[in-house]
């Protein structure tokens, strides 16, 4: 197997960093060939036990001084491939491809929308040395096929892989609801996603209003990105009387262990690239809507495996919450149909083994 340097200056703690540190994590335990590049205190460095460099992520005075650095552990390591996930990494990363002695090869795995056509010099000259794009849907596949300045044939669909071992949890339905001081004889829905607008958080509190009733309780999970966010939906929580049927749980590591806790995931983002929460939800058998838009509708099969919601549709994200409640017979339907969907479509062994093909083939 090649060896490899994962590279992501990113601070953040979301989907891509998650991935990151579960790929490095995989290809050690059978190969120990990935290297990383990090920044300081971020979530990736503190959480990766394989040989990494930790660099501050270069300014303009420091960015020669960053590039020699890394191309020195290039060649002590003998890199061949430079794995990225992150879009600002992409620069650095093409310039220790050609700075470096060693034939390396990148393989860029997007994880996000494409917004607008990148066919200006800079870009052509970025995408020009990227030897591989894989992108984790359908649909994003097509955006790229269209906007980005590459061969076709260098663009992969692969699917994320979801760890069913993560799943197990160590407390019941009833610890966990009555930790966050919430009935656990009440219907409970859960949303797993950063706290910002775009995720649509108060699409679901606005639901929850239509549908008028107190039987229902919601668990907002994740990392506040935005306080002017969080401030509104707290105050349409207090104008809606809905205090004691409303929680927020900070990030969490394992969210399938949750998930199992709860009658309902909803994914309410605008536009979710792939929609990783659905298929974790359906994988631990809690039944999912989502909105119908991106990559979701790849993992929500209408009417089969769960049920979608026209994006951004109060009025339609009520009606299909109240069919979930209404129908135990659909819900069961769900769980059994999504189990079997996410265990044949995002197996998590296929998935590495599939990336193992593509960087075997560069």
Known sequence: MKKILAICFSPDKGGLELYLVKMIDHFNKKFSNVYGLFCPDSYIAKNIQSPHLILKKPSLFTFISRIWTTLDYIHQNNIEIIHVSWTKDLFFS???????????????????????YKNDFYHRFIYKNIDKILVITKNLE????????VDNNSISCLH????????????????FLHSINLDPSLFTIGVFSRVEEQKGQHLIIEALKLINTRE??????????NDNYIASLKKLISEYGLEDKIRFVPFVEKPMEIMQCL????????????????AESMLVGTPVIGSNAGGVPEIIQDGMNG????????????????????????????IKNGISFVKEKFDYDRHFSNLQDFIRAL
């Not at 097509?142 to 980005?148: D, P, Q, T, V, Y």
């Not at 229902?216 to 990105?225: N, W």
């Not at 994006?311 to 069961?332: A, C, H, P, V, Y």
């Open 142 to 149: 097509r955006e790229c096929e269209k906007l980005l300045p």
């Open 216 to 225: 229902i309780q919601l668990v907002i999970v994740g990392h506040v990105m």
């Open 307 to 334: 049920l979608l919601f026209e994006t951004k549709n109060i009025q339609s994200l009520s009606e299909k919450i109240m069919i979930m409640i209404e129908s135990k017979d659909l819900r069961d339907k769900f």
């Open 263 to 278: 009658n309902l995931t909803i994914l309410s983002t605008y536009e979710e690239t792939f929609g990783l929460v659905v």
């Open 94 to 116: 093409v310039l220790l491809k050609i700075l470096s002695r060693n034939k390396i090869k990148i393989i860029y795995y997007r994880q996000m929308k494409l917004t607008r």
């Open 160 to 175: 994320y892989g979801i760890n069913g071992s993560l799943h197990k949890k160590d407390f019941s339905r009833y610890e």
